[in-house]
């Protein structure tokens, strides 16, 4: 079992930053890999970043490489999504969400085990 709290949400212009901060509990926590998610107004959840359980390893999505970062600190158990130079298409709820099995990154929602309950990410033109 791993329980999953996003925080760190909230109203910023185009051009500025915000970082998301995912608060991981539970046995698996620290050796699951580890993703974020991303779901707008009337569309389906889609894949943003992931991060392996040692942190050694990154993946993106292609419209965020170069302005967001994924990060983890498995001595806190909290996950990092820094993102920066927003646009307006980028507003959305941000889920944190725990792979238990690890190994291969999954860009796809039902390989994930766990989710946080999501932060909402506005960003205004």
């Known amino acids: 079992q791993v329980q999953l709290v996003e925080s760190g949400g909230g109203l910023v212009q185009a051009g500025g930053s915000l970082r998301l901060s995912c608060a991981a509990s539970?046995?698996?926590?620290?050796?699951?890999?580890m993703g974020w998610f991303r779901q707008a107004p009337g569309k389906e959840r889609e894949f943003v970043a992931a991060?392996?359980?040692?942190?050694?390893?990154?993946y993106y999505e292609d419209s965020v490489k170069g302005r967001f970062t994924i990060s983890r600190d498995n001595v806190q158990n909290m996950v990092y999504l820094r993102m920066n130079s927003l646009k307006p298409e980028n507003t959305a709820v941000y889920y944190c969400?725990?792979?238990?099995?690890?190994?291969?990154?999954?860009?796809?929602?039902?390989?994930?085990?766990?989710w946080g309950q999501g932060t909402q990410v506005t960003v205004s033109s």
């Open positions: 991060i392996a359980w040692s942190g050694g390893r990154t």
């Open positions: 539970g046995r698996a926590a620290s050796t699951s890999n």
């Open positions: 969400a725990a792979d238990v099995r690890g190994g291969v990154f999954h860009t796809q929602v039902g390989a994930y085990d766990f």
